[in-house]
């Protein structure tokens, strides 16, 4: 029966031998102890949901953010029985490995994947001699250490070694390094290794890997993707790096040109792709979805049987590790391990993942340990932690055909132009004609203009306005807007109308693809709210403009976010109030416990006002959504 050995060294049985019987009725907790850059990534998001849906309420997922795990010591971390968690590390910001190996210490959760044994993936000379011991084969290398060898964190040397079943040598002498003379050879320490040759440093994290060519050709420096680039030819690439500590393996020369990125999820599931090989030119193949142009590939019953290897000799469930076929596929070499990995893009390895972590989370409720878990929870309350209760989220609308305009500029002082100005009909502020019947106002008003003396250009504008206008009146989403200009007599105390602005509209629908965005759009905010709070989605209020274009946008996202299942949509009412200037609507979705409100807004230039409007007419809300306002006022005339 296989074991797994805890953080404070003990054995203890391996979870996966219980039996489903007897499961608890608490749900188990899930937690994703990872950057947010991680844990909220697409292919993450996926997984979670899936894990969230099918698990029902047996499984509780937990996101701790990167607030809690930056800022906030660990026993204000949220608790959880199964824990996801590993390292990654930016430019800005790096996971702070042994602050959750405390974590860890502390609570006792399952971790899918080992979390000391991730500080051996920090080196590739630890990780080659792991793969040694493991029996999966590697090309042939040697190591030029000049920083005293492989380093692991204080106090994890114990623990890793255990696990690696073997010591890992210390204070290593400074290799002796040189180019044989005809500068087709590099010596380290008496070992000769024939170019072409490949030379990567030692830390896991530094991609700059050097392939040198034979006779003076020069060598190709390879690199993560900087857009459709991946390495670069250098034609002066002759003698190797002497800054630092290198491996240098022989260069492979694999099976069409391409390499096998192999993901584990689990000792019994793999999934593999090939690429175009970066060390062919360089220039990384992209479909029309900007994503890098993979194959599925089958691996042979030895090719799995290294990645179980992998996966159960690392102590990491869920990996990925770089894989070339050479010899016509009589032969596999392991080049690399990378921790924890993701497919992207591929819904049935979603799925199995999904399924794989829902059913280690059901064999955990179903264990002894579980109820001992619970009973030592229960002796100290959680502390509060962070959790997502509300959110503000201001959209434009979605895709619209071109917008299309005339605007006429009226001469009030003119006799022609009154009749105009009576369609204001007494209004001081701006008015907008939507219906046939309103848009024929205005014609009538031209033909009646003409019969009072519009001439010359005047009368050209005219005819032009009636031509567009009688072409587009029955088209969606033509309108017209008058809007009065003021000049205040302060003598007198009132306001005299100073000009008058016809502006006729007409374009701007929405169109096929504004369907599949909207829908996007919900969907996605769906499962990352589903992940973080799945309440929130209890109480949703959505607010828009009057625009066509608005309102579809925000029928077809409201219904890809909420999604109730068939007993909810008995249950559930949805009505729509005008506001009091009629150009906001409100869709009341549902009311019950957390308050959620999403605002989407067609960027018009009133709608701060009309944001001030509708709250002036809710007196209760007015005080404590303030900041609700100034956030839409600032964000919608951007």
Known sequence: MATVTPLN??????????????????????????MDVKARSRAMQEILTRVVERGGPLVEVKVFGDKAILDEDVKSWPRCDVLISFFSKDKLVEFPLLKAVSY?????????????????????????????HLGVPTPRRVEASRDGG????????????????FELPQNVPPAKVQLREDGNAIIVDGVVIEKPFVEKPVSGEDHDVYVYFRDGKGGRKLFRKVGNQSSELDPELIAPRTDKSYIYEEFIDVDNAEDIKVYTVGPGYTHAETRKSPVVDGVVRRNTEGKEIRFITRLTDEEKDYAAKICQGFGQKV?????LRCGNGAKSLVIDVNGWSFVKGNESYYDKAADVLLDISKRLMASPLRALS????????????????????????????????LKYNFPITEPWAQPFVRLLNGEREEIILREREQLETIAAAIEEAKSLGAIGEDLGKLSALNGALFKKIDLPGTKAQLKPGYKKDKSAGTRKLEKLVLVLKWGGEFTHAARYQSRDLGENMRRD?????????????????????????????????????PAQQQQ?????????????????CSSITWFRRFAICDRRSQCGESHNRLFSNQRARETSHNWFINFNRKRCRA
Not at 572 to 588: F, G, L, R, S
Request: aromatic share 6%.
């Open 374 to 405: 619970i009973s030592e929870q229960a002796k100290t309350p959680e502390a509060p932690s962070w959790k997502l209760k509300a959110n503000v989220t201001v959209f434009r609308h979605a895709d619209r055909t071109p917008k299309q305009k």
């Open 572 to 588: 559930h009412t949805a009505a729509t109030a005008a506001a009091a200037d009629e150009q906001w609507t409100w869709i009341k």
């Open 529 to 565: 709210i589903s992940i973080m709070n799945k309440d929130c989605l209890n109480n949703v209020r959505i607010y828009t403009s009057s625009e066509r274009r608005v309102t579809a946008s925000a029928e077809i996202f409201a219904a890809a976010l909420l999604t109730p299942s």
């Open 9 to 34: 060294g003990s054995p203890a049985t391996d979870i996966m031998s219980f039996p489903d019987s007897n499961p608890a009725t608490k749900a188990i907790v899930l937690g994703v102890c990872a």
């Open 150 to 165: 492989p380093r692991i964190p204080e106090g994890f040397r114990e623990h890793v070694e255990g696990r690696l079943g």
């Open 319 to 323: 990996c990925g590790f770089d894989l």
């Open 104 to 132: 860890a210490n502390l609570r006792k959760p399952l971790c899918i994947n080992d979390l000391p044994m991730q500080c051996i993936l920090w080196d590739r000379r630890i990780v080659g001699r792991m793969l040694d």
